[in-house]
T-cell receptor
Framework: DAGVIQSPRHEVTEMGQEVTLRCKPI?????LFWYRQTMMRGLELLIY????????DSGMPEDRFSAKMPNASFSTLKIQPSEPRDSAVYFC???????????????FGSGTQLSVL | AQTVTQSQPEMSVQEAETVTLSCTYD???????LFWYKQPPSRQMILVIR??????QNATENRFSVNFQKAAKSFSLKISDSQLGDTAMYFC?????????????FGQGTRLTINP
């Protein structure tokens, strides 16, 4: 398996523009997570899905952020409108549901470096 | 809510030395998982080692080992015979084993530099 795939690897945009980050989880994984990493706040969980259903979105900073998982192999994180303080690395991760001999280990993508000017 | 604290923002040692990174956490749960992740300059998050809270034996993976003190809620990482490739950010993380909440809570990280 190719692992968790994120695109784009880098995104530079201007304030006010819409940004869409994409993620393809590992095939067969039950959970998908979106994390944001900044120098000031470290790694923060934004939202996670279980079997394509959003379970906890309490980490989504504000209404400008939205995430969808239309099917088991694809998720998007959208920021509209973007602001300079949204500049960060955004990671997607996926995992199997723990128990029944399965591992709870999270597999991370390579992240998207977002710069909002 | 669970919290994870790494009190050492930066550490630096010479190659081949042993280094220990500290981590404490706060939880009211009895069953959970603890992890150390490595993030090299490539940005990739790499799992170094994991510990299940109900296991008393400390986890070991080659040169990496942990000192898990459940009562003290402490989970330190020891790197033996450090190598230049160990230079990276290291994150301690907590995951509840209850209710299917498989989300990771991370500490702020420790930047480790191995000097030649």
């Amino acid at each position: 398996d190719a692992g968790v795939i994120q695109s784009p690897r880098h995104e530079v945009t201007e304030m006010g523009q819409e940004v869409t980050l994409r993620c393809k989880p590992i095939s067969g994984h039950d959970y998908l997570f979106w994390y944001r990493q900044t120098m000031m706040r470290g790694l923060e969980l934004l939202i996670y899905f279980n079997n394509n259903v959003p379970i906890d979105d309490s980490g989504m900073p504000e209404d400008r952020f939205s995430a969808k998982m239309p099917n088991a192999s694809f998720s998007t994180l959208k920021i509209q409108p973007s602001e300079p303080r949204d500049s960060a690395v955004y990671f997607c991760a996926s995992s199997l549901e723990a128990g029944r001999g399965r591992s709870e280990k999270l597999f991370f993508g390579s992240g998207t470096q977002l710069s909002v000017l | 809510a669970q919290t994870v604290t790494q009190s050492q923002p930066e550490m630096s040692v010479q190659e081949a030395e042993t280094v220990t990174l500290s981590c404490t956490y706060d939880t009211s749960e009895n069953n959970y998982y603890l992890f150390w992740y490595k993030q090299p300059p490539s940005r990739q998050m790499i799992l170094v080692i994991r510990q299940e809270a109900y296991k008393q034996q400390n986890a070991t993976e080659n040169r990496f080992s942990v000192n898990f003190q459940k009562a003290a809620k402490s989970f330190s990482l020891k790197i033996s015979d450090s190598q230049l490739g160990d230079t990276a950010m290291y994150f301690c993380a907590f995951m509840s084993a209850w209710g299917g909440a498989q989300k990771l809570v991370f500490g702020q990280g420790t930047r480790l530099t191995i000097n030649p």
